[in-house]
T-cell receptor
Framework: GQQVMQIPQYQHVQEGEDFTTYCNSSTTLSNIQWYKQRPGGHPVFLIQLVKSGEVKKQKRLTFQFGEAKKNSSLHITATQTTDVGTYFCAGDDYKLSFGAGTTVTVRA | EAQVTQNPRYLITVTGKKLTVTCSQNMNHEYMSWYRQDPGLGLRQIYYSMNVEVTDKGDVPEGYKVSRKEKRNFPLILESPSPNQTSLYFC????????????FGEGSRLTVL
């Protein structure tokens, strides 16, 4: 079945630095979604990518969907303490499969 | 307010004692799903439902049952809980599977002794 792999599992970032988290699927996806879960909270939808090669931005967050629709990335610039949390990608094949997440901590 | 409501939020129980975690959404969503979250494993889908009376297994259905008799409710049933079902459980809903954005409940932390 579909598997979605996410790397890295942990990301320790100095405040102000950039980082990227990656998501790879074993199958071609119809779309991919990204979620953020703050510590102690529940996942909250960030964005959905549908088209091959699609790039979307939300302020300091840039989301990209690969040309083959089998991978995606989330790039955060100028990391802030508010970026702390776990970021999940979820691939939509016939059902949403979530990656294991990237847990981000920020050093002030 | 549009929301997904889970109960109980916290529960400590003992092995073998049947329990039900309720989930209700007020957004008239067709699609509902249950996930469990364990450290390092992300969100793993237990069961999902495309609509009333339509349910199917996710990736980790063993030890769980669900029902979807009404559109708004999707309870998760543990007939005979075991310690390996100690986890954080999330219910989620969406207008339909392919219309994006899952709305998650606040989560139910279950401990089975």
């Amino acid at each position: 079945g579909q598997q979605v792999m996410q790397i890295p599992q942990y990301q320790h970032v100095q405040e102000g630095e950039d980082f990227t988290t990656y998501c790879n699927s074993s199958t071609t996806l119809s779309n991919i979604q990204w979620y953020k879960q703050r510590p102690g909270g529940h996942p909250v939808f960030l964005i959905q990518l549908v088209k091959s090669g699609e790039v979307k931005k939300q302020k300091r967050l840039t989301f990209q969907f690969g040309e083959a629709k089998k991978n995606s990335s989330l790039h955060i610039t100028a990391t802030q303490t508010t970026d702390v949390g776990t970021y999940f990608c979820a691939g939509d094949d016939y059902k949403l499969s979530f990656g294991a997440g990237t847990t981000v901590t920020v050093r002030a | 307010e549009a929301q997904v409501t889970q109960n109980p939020r916290y529960l400590i129980t003992v092995t073998g004692k049947k329990l039900t975690v309720t989930c209700s959404q007020n957004m008239n969503h067709e699609y509902m799903s249950w996930y469990r979250q364990d450290p390092g494993l992300g969100l793993r889908q237990i069961y999902y439902s495309m609509n009333v009376e339509v349910t199917d297994k996710g990736d980790v259905p063993e030890g769980y049952k669900v029902s979807r008799k009404e559109k708004r409710n999707f309870p998760l049933i543990l007939e005979s809980p075991s310690p390996n079902q100690t986890s954080l459980y999330f219910c989620a809903s969406s207008p339909s599977l392919n219309t994006g954005e899952l709305f998650f409940g606040e989560g139910s932390r279950l401990t089975v002794l």
